[in-house]
DNA sequence: GTGTAGATGAGAATCATTCTTATTTTCCAT
DNA sequence: ATGGAAAATAAGAATGATTCTCATCTACAC
């Protein structure tokens, strides 16, 4: 269906140091996908669903193995469990606006916050590596409804 | 030893509808005599190593009592389980800088990031009720042992 | 094609947190 | 001060997400 795509994730993946198994192809299939932010249990039932062959323990290990190599970012919306996208690379950074009613979540980017994230690290001889920034609240949509 | 202080956090308490037990001023006693951010194991060892009469159980359904009543604040670091802090107020709201090799945690608190936050809520329509903002990295102990 | 380091599957184990139920406390009204 | 209803607690079972174990399998360098 997609041999072609399969090669490139497999030299992808192997550009990491990660070997190429059909799992992890399927999972970067899946993530590549989707806009969505799926959890791992999420992850797992996809998988399932399209006849992958796959085991939840996989599907953690494989995460954490991607999110390593940055080839996936691990998001945490403070409810429990943790959610996945695909990140293209460190010039794809966003943040989210997280919608407490309806759980949607907004994707944003504004330079001159991250300034001044670099900024107060400055300030306080702090190297950074990385950050989340989510704010929670009502979205649009839920806001008319009320 | 500090009946008078305990007169205080049981009116406290009261002032936010919640029932002034002994085992919730114990908790913001303890909360109050520390910079650090506790999770709920170590405030139910910490609480135990005091004497105080209390179970996991009650840790957890204090703490998110007073959470809702904005009395404590929940922070999430994303290690997989919640800090918390007491909150003197809406206007003492700071972020964070946590190091990745010693844990330590820098709060800070910048204006002109919040400005950034509110705009970004209105550029989307989004009305805003809490946010996190953590900076992961290396601090300067930490960067000048390497 | 082979060997081996690394990956996987299945389910047990772990860890933080929540729930259950019987008992105990708080605190309002007396 | 005292009784009682509503709320809170203790103890441990239950849950849900995640990690670990170990026997088996697979990718891929040779």
Redesign the pocket.
């Known amino acids: 269906m997609s041999a072609a795509e399969n090669q490139k994730l ?1 030299q992808v ?2 550009e990491h140091e ?7 192809i399927a999972l970067l299939k899946l993530l590549d996908a989707t806009n969505e932010h799926f ?3 999420e992850i797992y039932l996809e998988l399932i669903k399209k006849q ?14 991607l999110v390593e190599q940055s080839l996936v970012a691990r998001l945490d919306f403070g409810d ?3 959610r996945f996208e695909r990140s293209k690379g460190e010039d794809e950074h966003h943040d989210h606006l997280i919608c407490e009613d309806c759980g949607k979540v907004i994707e944003f980017f504004n330079p001159e916050m991250e300034a001044q994230q670099l900024a107060v690290c400055e300030e306080n001889d702090f190297t950074p590596s990385t950050h989340t920034m989510h704010i929670f609240g009502t979205c649009s949509d839920c806001k008319s409804v009320k």
């Open positions: 497999k993946l192997r990660l070997k190429a198994t059909t799992q992890r959890d791992a249990e992958k062959n796959v085991s939840r323990a996989t599907v953690y290990r494989s995460l954490e193995a429990g469990r943790m």
